[in-house]
């Protein structure tokens, strides 16, 4: 892992991902690949409708990954091991060891927008971030893939050419922040290679 | 190695900076941002600062602290003034359901809608209030840190073009009549029945340094608490706790709870979903 500025001297404690458009079949092929004892935090933002049914892609989620799965709470604390699902209708912005809610203007028409939780992850937590652009059609995200790079955090991108729809990942790319274009199904092992497999237990077991 | 140094030294000095701009805010016009959230915080003084065309906090520090005009644009920033009628229009389907068949035992109902920004969600209350036939014997205290927000309230005038996703949100919300009943076309803007504001006091108050200053039946605060940080949502919380007479309805923002706050025993929830709370004891 030399390409990534962290080298391992410091742990990932939190995974953000953006996804849009074609965003829940990413999913379905990212997420059951995290093992249960996965030890870094995930907050997934994905766009979606303001009257998207309550709960539906909490459940969604949550038949296709043995880490517990929640819709944000405005003060919740960010926990190891539990996917953050961001809430239609609000921005989620990332503090240290919690996160808020925002009521701000739409940011590239989304609310959610992917940047604002990007961009204050980085704020957060530096270089024990990892930011992951999905497939999506508008450029959200990228701004937060910059600012995620900046502050010496990975940053990875679904692979256009093979994305559902390839403009936010193109767009992501073309800050030149990116660090590595992966494939969707190269997504999750690859961030278990990052983040390592859970307790000193089950690592030394593997 | 050195620049990254330089990047962390750069975000230490920037925290520095807000912190400085917070405390001379406070010190000369009063307002006390220091226990906000810090995210979107931050976010908003970068959002004045690109509009006021300079490069760093300490400059918008200068330029705030000498001319109030300044401080206007910066204060309509920071009260993130983003609303609409009948936002979450569950919540008043909740509310008819729930709140106003206690409202119905009452000779008089005391409503404080908090933060209520540019009056959306304090005209929604009233034409819900109107329809369900209690709004002659209740009366609106709507309340705004800031003055400019409040003027444009008492006028009751909202864009023409949102009228659609209104009317939308008005139906789903329980609505019986014609929305467009409440208001009159006039240009780029519908102006709202000046009748539903004859029960409404618009008043300023700031969550932060004011005190109670009156019991109330009922509290809506939707989407107000998500930009403080934890201190000062257990204050708000303590000041909404005195101001609730016994039984009286707390409202809050779907995503928001008083989970955790130290009144949390005092409340029972009658629509955890649509966070109404009552006040037991």
């Not at chain 1, 922040?177 to 190269?186: I, K, P, T």
């Not at chain 2, 009260?79 to 068949?101: E, G, K, L």
């Not at chain 2, 101001?243 to 955790?260: C, N, P, Y």
Request: glycine share 8%; aromatic share 10%.
């Amino acid at each position: 892992m030399t390409r990534f500025r962290n080298n391992g001297l410091m742990a990932y404690e939190l995974v953000a991902m953006g996804g849009s458009w074609g965003g829940l079949a990413a999913y379905d092929r990212i997420l059951p690949a995290l093992p249960k004892d996965f030890p870094a935090a995930i907050v997934v933002v994905q766009h979606r409708a303001v009257d998207s049914h309550r709960g539906a892609l909490t459940s969604y989620l949550q038949n296709r990954t043995a880490l517990s799965v929640e819709e944000i709470g405005d003060k919740d604390p960010v926990v190891p091991g539990r996917v953050h699902l961001a809430p239609p209708d609000y921005h989620t912005i990332v503090e240290h060891g919690h996160f808020a809610l925002s009521t701000e203007a739409a940011v590239h028409h989304s609310r959610p927008s992917i940047d604002v939780t990007f961009q204050t992850a980085a704020d957060a937590y530096g270089e024990r971030l990892i930011g992951v652009i999905l497939t999506g059609a508008n450029e959200d995200g990228a701004a937060g893939i910059a600012a995620i790079s900046r502050n010496g955090g990975v940053t990875i991108a679904q692979n256009p050419e093979t994305a559902d729809k390839p403009t936010m990942p193109r767009a992501a790319i073309a800050t030149g922040a990116v660090q590595r274009v992966a494939e969707l199904d190269e997504i999750g092992p690859l961030l278990v290679e990052l983040c390592g497999a859970g307790s000193p237990n089950t690592r030394s077991a593997a | 190695m050195a620049t990254e140094e330089l990047t962390k030294t750069g975000e230490d000095l920037e925290q520095i900076e807000i912190q400085l701009l917070l405390e001379g805010i406070f010190r000369h016009y009063g307002y006390d941002f220091r226990g906000y959230a810090p995210g979107s915080l931050k976010r908003r003084l970068w959002h004045r600062a690109i509009g006021e065309k300079v490069e760093s906090i300490s400059a918008l520090q200068e330029r705030v602290l000498h001319d109030p005009e300044v401080m206007e644009r910066l204060l309509l920033d920071l009260s993130i003034n983003v609303t609409s009628m009948f936002r979450d229009p569950t919540f008043y389907v909740a509310f008819r359901a729930r709140v106003v068949p206690l409202m119905r035992t009452y000779p008089f109902v005391r409503i404080w809608n908090v933060g209520c920004s540019t009056g959306e969600e304090t005209y929604s209350l009233a034409i819900l209030l109107k329809e369900e036939g209690l709004y002659e014997k209740s009366r609106i205290y709507a309340t705004d840190i800031n003055d400019v927000v409040l003027e444009r309230a008492r006028v009751g005038a909202f864009p023409i073009e949102k009228m659609r996703d209104y009317t939308e949100n008005y139906i789903r919300a329980g609505g019986v009549e014609e929305f467009s009943s409440y208001y009159t076309a006039s240009g780029a803007l519908a102006h709202f029945e000046p009748s539903l504001r004859d029960h409404v006091v618009f008043a300023q108050h700031n969550l932060v340094t004011d005190a109670a200053f009156n019991v109330f039946n009922v509290i809506v605060c939707r989407n107000v608490m998500i930009y403080f940080g934890k201190a000062l949502q257990d204050r708000v919380h303590e000041l909404f706790y005195e101001s609730l007479e016994t039984f009286g309805i707390l409202a809050l923002g779907h995503k928001e709870s008083i989970r955790f706050s130290r009144n949390e025993e005092s409340y029972e929830a009658i629509d955890s979903q649509e966070k109404l709370y009552r006040k037991m004891y």
